[in-house]
């Protein structure tokens, strides 16, 4: 175990070390990998270094007491006790930061989210969720742009597309992608009937070139002009910008930049963060065949969490969470339902390595 610990520490050192060096400061590639590697490792170095002082102090008090005596004895056994207490928190701790980590923490991501089923009302709520993402982002100190707002005629989203920044957006955001529920009497409803509607969140990390590789012949690209409120010049030139994928039929248009330039490059971002979504979900259906998409059809029956207005409740159906705070939720309080759903995942990837 010590060995292990030693050996994570000194490639950490090392590492440190390299992130100096001209060969890294001169490779902006090298630079990004080797900074986001720094991060990832630093709680797992800091941890490693309590519990060998944690160690180191137990073995001491150990040492100590075999000539001690009265109220000696009784302090080092006093400080024995609190070390070994201490060893094994560490210990749970530790257990869980030497998880493989994911390879997309440290990354940005991409969020959309569209209503789905329920007209109106499911744009509304669409709507609802980017205040409450929008919200969390700042309790966070995560940035957010809109990379692609489309609104629909009573104030609600059709579908948003949003690049969030910061070093814990994916680790935090990663299980906020499916379809959201909501249950409640829509402002359309005259007679106070309850609906259902929903809308769908995709959660991606922000692809980078080098993760994937686009081949331009693979590419359809159309231009035309922009519809809708943009600014002056927006809708009198052909700015929008639509980019076919034709191999994997994804389709991707960008139309609120003024430039085309500025669209292209953006849509091009979110193709590249689709196509790598793509590709791992294939890559995780062949290693589980009873995994399935993150957005699914979108319906009603099928949903990662319910909204219920009347009864002030959030229920994550994943792991049958339920809070009793849906105001302070959807304004941003979104860490009580991914702490547990962590929680939760940490659970189940350290069973999946004892039965290793």
């Excluded at 939720?329 to 069973?351: H, S």
Aim: contains cysteine.
């Amino acid at each position: 175990m010590f060995e292990r610990l030693s050996q994570i520490e000194a490639e950490y050192v090392a590492l440190e070390e390299s992130l100096g060096t001209a060969e890294v400061l001169n490779d902006q590639n090298k630079l990004r990998d080797a900074s986001r590697r720094y991060k990832q490792q630093t709680p797992l170095v800091q941890c490693i270094r309590e519990y060998k002082d944690a160690e180191g102090n137990a073995e001491a008090a150990r040492e100590l007491m075999v000539d001690a005596k009265g109220a000696e004895r009784e302090q080092l056994q006093a400080e024995l006790d609190a070390a070994v207490e201490r060893i094994a928190e560490l210990e749970a701790k530790l257990k869980v930061l030497l998880l493989p980590p994911d390879p997309n923490d440290g990354k940005n991501i991409i969020v959309e989210i569209r209503g789905a089923e329920g007209g109106e009302e499911a744009n509304l709520f669409a709507h609802d969720l980017f205040d409450m993402y929008s919200a969390w982002a700042l309790r966070n100190g995560w940035s957010v742009e809109v990379m692609s707002l489309d609104k629909s005629p009573m104030g609600g989203i059709n579908q948003v597309t949003m690049l969030f920044k910061g070093d814990t957006v994916w680790s935090r955001m990663r299980f906020e992608g499916g379809p959201h529920r909501v249950q409640r009497v829509p402002v359309t409803e005259a007679q106070g009937r309850i609906h259902t509607s929903s809308a769908t969140v995709m959660v991606m990390p922000e692809a980078e070139e080098v993760d994937v590789t686009i081949d331009e012949k693979d590419l359809q690209i159309d231009v035309y002009r922009a519809s809708g409120p943009g600014g002056q010049g927006v809708n009198t030139t052909d700015s929008a910008v639509r980019i076919t994928h034709k191999p994997s039929g994804i389709v991707v248009a960008m139309q609120d930049e003024r430039s085309q330039l500025q669209n292209r490059l953006r849509a091009m971002t979110v193709l590249r963060s689709r196509l790598l979504k793509q590709r791992e979900e294939e890559q995780a259906e062949k290693m589980s065949a009873e995994r399935k998409a993150q957005v699914g059809k979108g319906g009603r029956g099928e949903k990662i969490r319910t909204y219920n207005f009347k009864e002030n409740r959030i229920t994550d159906h994943r792991i049958g969470f339920t809070l009793y705070q849906l105001q302070d939720f959807l304004a941003g309080n979104v860490d009580p339902v991914v702490d547990a759903l962590t929680t939760q995942f940490q659970i189940e990837q350290l069973a999946g390595a004892a039965n290793d």
